[in-house]
């Protein structure tokens, strides 16, 4: 049996837009027309970069061949990011594949999946673009749309949110804590891109959502890309244009985590790590004092701080910002907490639909 990654039958979560194109789906994470309303100086392909982004389907086939095409990122971090992707079978992760770095097609297979129908799922590479074409069953194998469906969680945020630094897709720390409550993460968490633009907080604003949590300022500090005079008031007015479209809806923000080099060096727009910190602390402050019982602040260093600079990606020498494995495992776990703590977890049905062989 073949079908194409347009299938009705194929089920697309963590998206955006979807794309059609020469025989492929590229999956996007902003409106794929609109991609230079959000990136005007360029860089849009970070949205086509495949974070949270997984596609599955029912089926009681045994083997699955998907066809891809591939395209890494047009720098080379270090240290650097490989295309792994995850495999996931009634929602525990069956297999991880190191796919090709760069290919315009190739195929990668899946085989050994338990008898009987189940629910097969790929979560997609963090830092590439991947663009999904034929899928391929066993013979006489049935493809079955999941009907299923989890309370949706959107989360806006930067590189660290991306997923800089995990050991694959599905264990990022927003992957992780999304597994671990049974929620529907859409990640709009792209690297060098998270400044409070309204587009941005308009595409948030947008979404369908039973939790919003926004994870800011990293990017900020970097590119100076606001100062004191204008911190307070786009914190206070990205915060607001959501609320104003999702007046029931918990939001989060998370100020930035930890970072030693930042924390008392001014940036370009002489901020210190530290102080911006603080000023959108006293942003909140603003917005909380007003009595929204649904709205949250949490310090980024409660959920990576000083004491945890041994989970850093970067070595010492080097700029240390982004967390490695064990720090994303780390914070995921203290955000799932604190999420629970501030009652902002949506209860929904298990993602448990019945079967028959």
Same mark, same amino acid.
């Given at each position: 049996m073949e079908v194409s990654g347009s299938d009705p039958g194929i089920r697309w979560s963590g998206v955006v837009s979807l794309e059609h194109a020469n025989g492929f789906v590229a999956p996007w994470r902003v409106p794929y027309q609109d991609t230079d309303l959000y990136f +005007?100086?360029?860089g849009t392909g970070r949205a086509a970069m495949t974070s949270g982004v997984r596609f599955g389907f029912v089926t009681d086939s045994e083997s699955v061949e998907? *066809?891809?095409? %591939?395209? +890494? +990122? =047009?720098?080379?971090?270090?240290? +650097? *990011?490989?295309?792994?992707?995850?495999?996931f079978c009634d929602g525990e992760r069956f297999e991880t594949v190191l796919l090709e770095r760069q290919t315009d097609r190739a195929l990668f297979t899946v085989t050994g999946l338990p008898r009987g129908r189940k629910l097969v799922e790929f979560w997609l590479p963090v830092y590439a673009q991947m663009r999904i074409g034929r899928i391929r069953l066993a013979p006489g194998s049935v493809l079955l749309a999941d009907e299923s469906r989890?309370?949706?969680? =959107? #989360?806006?945020?930067?590189? !660290?949110?991306?997923?800089?630094?995990?050991v694959s897709p599905s264990r990022t720390f927003p992957a992780q804590v999304a &597994?671990?409550?049974? &929620?529907? &993460? =859409?990640?709009v968490s792209m690297g060098g891109t998270c400044h409070l633009q309204p587009m941005f907080g308009r595409l948030v604003a947008g979404m369908p959502s039973e939790l919003i949590s926004l994870h800011v300022g990293s990017n900020i500090y970097y590119y100076g890309s606001l100062n004191r005079e204008t911190l307070h008031g786009a914190v206070v007015g990205f915060v607001s244009l959501i609320r104003d479209r999702q007046p029931d809806v918990p939001i989060v923000v998370i100020s930035p985590t930890y970072a030693p080099a930042w924390e008392a060096r001014p940036g370009p727009s002489r901020l210190t790590h530290k102080r911006l910190r603080s000023e959108i602390r006293n942003a909140m402050d603003w %917005? &909380? @004092?007003?009595? @929204?019982?649904?709205? #949250?602040? !949490?310090?980024?260093t409660e959920l990576f701080g000083e004491a945890d600079a041994e989970h850093f990606l970067e070595p010492p020498e080097r700029e240390q910002v982004h967390f490695d494995p064990r720090g994303h495992d780390l914070v995921a776990r203290r955000l799932g907490a604190r999420f629970a703590e501030l009652?902002?977890?949506?209860?929904?049905?298990?993602? =448990?639909?019945e079967r028959t062989a």
């Open positions: +005007p100086l360029g998907v *066809e891809y095409a %591939l395209t +890494p +990122p =047009t720098y080379d971090p270090a240290p +650097p *990011e490989l295309p792994w992707l995850d495999v989890l309370p949706a969680w =959107t #989360h806006y945020g930067c590189s !660290i949110s991306q997923g800089r630094g995990a &597994l671990a409550e049974g &929620l529907d &993460l =859409t990640s %917005l &909380l @004092d007003r009595g @929204d019982p649904r709205l #949250h602040y !949490i310090d980024g009652g902002v977890l949506p209860s929904g049905p298990a993602r =448990t639909p």
